[in-house]
C-alpha cells in the first residue's frame, strides 16, 4: 500500500503562480512514476503531468507545457508541479498518482495508474 499526500493548493489571481507537493509514504522501495492529474467541475480528470523514477523523462499535456514544470526528490518520496502563470482554466481539483515499473508516453499518461492523493484544490481567479 501507498499512500499519497498533496498540498499547496489554494486560491491565487491569473498570472500566479504555485508549487504542488506530493509525499508518497509506505511501499515506495522501488522504482516508480509519478504523475498529476486534474478534475475540474463538470469535466472528466485529465492528465497534467508525470515524471520517471529518474526524473529524466517529463510528459505535459499541452495545455500546461512552458508553465508548469515537475520535477521530484527520491531522497523525500516527494514529487513537486510547479505552476507559473496560472490561468482560470486551471482552476481544478489536482491530484498525484503512483504507479509502478512505468514505460513509455501511453503509460504515463493514462489514468491507469496505481495509487492516488485525496487531490488539493487549485483555484485562479480572473
Known amino acids: 500500500q501507498v499512500h499519497l499526500v498533496e498540498s499547496g493548493g489554494g486560491l491565487v489571481q491569473a498570472g500566479g503562480s504555485l508549487r504542488l507537493s506530493c509525499a508518497a509514504s509506505?511501499?515506495?522501495?522501488?522504482?516508480?512514476?509519478m504523475g498529476w492529474f486534474r478534475q475540474a467541475p463538470g469535466k472528466e480528470r485529465e492528465f497534467v503531468s508525470a515524471?520517471?523514477?529518474?526524473?529524466?523523462?517529463?510528459y505535459y499535456a499541452d495545455s500546461v507545457k512552458g508553465r508548469f514544470t515537475i520535477s521530484r526528490d527520491n531522497a523525500e518520496n516527494t514529487v513537486y508541479l510547479q505552476m507559473n502563470s496560472l490561468k482560470p482554466e486551471d482552476t481544478a481539483v489536482y491530484y498525484c498518482?503512483?504507479?509502478?515499473?512505468?514505460?513509455?508516453?501511453?503509460?504515463?499518461?493514462?489514468?491507469?495508474?496505481?495509487?492516488w492523493g485525496q487531490g488539493t484544490q487549485v483555484t485562479v481567479s480572473s
Open positions: 515524471i520517471s523514477w529518474s526524473g529524466g523523462t517529463t
Open positions: 498518482a503512483f504507479r509502478y515499473y512505468c514505460a513509455g508516453y501511453g503509460c504515463y499518461t493514462t489514468n491507469e495508474y496505481d495509487y
Open positions: 509506505g511501499r515506495t522501495f522501488s522504482s516508480y512514476a
